[in-house]
């Protein structure tokens, strides 16, 4: 049991250091586009279709929220639940509870036929290598108790979580599955 369980605090390090780096890396690589961009801007340069290939976190808020989600269908179901403006909303306008519920209609559009629990899960149904509700959790908050946040809220919700699927959820349930996980979690709180 010692060794299994170093092996998960060792697994948990790893994690934790490779999202470390991850973010320290695109944060890197993010100033040196903008100021590459910036240069280039100031000499003249411009062309048509050119910009920075990664945007500065200040830039990325003053971004449409259309431009800055890949999948304008979510993004409209977002703006219509919250009342915004498809064509005018920033990034700098959408707030956590709005990302939580557009993760929320992302799961279930692309991962809906997937499992909650990983013990009932169906290696067809993967999507991006992630089989259930519980491996995805696991993986965002780099953490092993996605069974534990997702039995006890699929309790609350009363619905059996060994015979449901992510799309017999709602995207308000999803939204609150992840924010269980997160304030369960040890993922950097803000």
């Given at each position: 049991m010692i060794a299994a369980g170093m092996a998960v605090c060792m697994a948990a390090g790893l994690a934790m250091g490779i999202?470390?780096?991850?973010?320290?890396?695109?944060?890197?690589?993010?100033?040196?586009?903008?100021?590459?961009?910036?240069?280039?801007?100031?000499?003249?340069?411009?062309?048509?279709?050119?910009?920075?290939?990664y945007f500065s976190v200040e830039a990325q808020q003053k971004m449409l929220y259309k431009d800055a989600v890949a999948d304008e269908e979510i993004v409209?179901?977002?703006?219509s639940k919250y009342g915004l403006d498809f064509d005018t909303v920033q990034v700098k306008d959408v707030t956590q509870e709005m990302r939580n519920?557009?993760?929320a209609l992302w799961l279930r559009k692309n991962m809906g036929n997937c499992a909650l629990l990983d013990?009932?899960?169906?290696?067809?149904?993967?999507?991006?290598?992630?089989?259930?509700?519980?491996?995805?959790?696991?993986?965002?908050?780099?953490?092993g108790e996605g069974k534990a946040v997702i039995e006890s809220m699929c309790k609350e919700f009363g619905?059996?979580?060994?015979?449901?699927?992510?799309?017999?959820?709602?995207?308000?349930?999803?939204?609150?599955?992840?924010?269980?996980?997160?304030?369960?979690?040890?993922?950097p709180k803000e």
């Open positions: 999202c470390w780096s991850r973010g320290h890396i695109k944060k890197a690589v993010a100033q040196a586009a903008d100021k590459e961009f910036t240069l280039s801007m100031e000499k003249g340069e411009e062309e048509e279709g050119s910009g920075p290939l409209k179901e977002v703006c519920y557009e993760e013990e009932e899960a169906d290696e067809e149904d993967e999507v991006y290598g992630i089989s259930s509700l519980e491996i995805y959790i696991c993986e965002i908050y780099a953490f619905i059996n979580p060994k015979e449901a699927v992510i799309s017999d959820l709602t995207p308000e349930q999803l939204a609150k599955i992840g924010e269980k996980a997160y304030e369960t979690s040890d993922h």
